[in-house]
């Protein structure tokens, strides 16, 4: 696991327009932040700037106290593990499916993966329909299931910051609390975790940031925030 900073982040997609206004928080290696807040607050942006998609206009994104900005585009890539929103699956086993992208993993590791991620009841299974080759009844993957198969494939990479933008994502609440219980065993395994997410409903963050127009307007654990009202 890695420790993340922001130092006094500032982002703006057009001059006129500044998004994040001198974001600053740190991420103790292995523990798990909550960036939570509107729609429109900068979660996203936020979480893509990790991912270094885009160059703050000034302050510095460190992991492990090294900037970002001075990394080479491939090793930040091995650093952070971007699970995306929308995963495309292969008409395969879902073992096959969260190797991808590391083909030389073995079936420990893919297995190991899949039990972070609660998939494990259902490694080999298809992601769909029936498949006449090998005469075995798929299943059909929810939105949530089809999540953690790319949550399985991203930890697999073995990342030292895992960031997960839950943003914009509408899920219903059985699939959040499905995709939190998967987030739970991450997190015990000492992955540091970056979670953007439009709702308050992540009580297991170590940190909490509330983000409004750019800013982070409060800070802590769960229930500091909630005494706080
Ligand atoms: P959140 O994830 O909190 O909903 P975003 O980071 O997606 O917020 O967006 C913050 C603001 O930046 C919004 O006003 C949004 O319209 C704007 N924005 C997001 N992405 C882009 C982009 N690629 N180009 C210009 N503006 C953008
Ligand atoms: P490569 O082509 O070297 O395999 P990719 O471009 O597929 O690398 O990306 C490697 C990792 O970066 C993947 O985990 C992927 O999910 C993530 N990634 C790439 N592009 C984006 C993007 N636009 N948004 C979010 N994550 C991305």
Redesign the pocket.
Known sequence: AGELRFEDVRFA??PERP?LRGVSFTVPAGNTVAVV??????????SRLIFRFYEPQSGRILIDGQDIAAVRQESLREAVGMVPQDTVLFNDTIGYNIRYGRPDASDAEVAEAARLAQIDNFIRSLPQGYDTQVGERGLKLSGGEKQRVAIARTILKSPRILVL?E??SALDSFTEREIQQALDKISEDRTTLVI?H?LSTIVNADEILV?DKGEIVERGAHAQLLARG
């Open positions: 997609y057009t998004i807040g509107p729609s429109g607050a900068g979660k996203s942006t936020l933008d943003a914009t953007a439009r983000l």
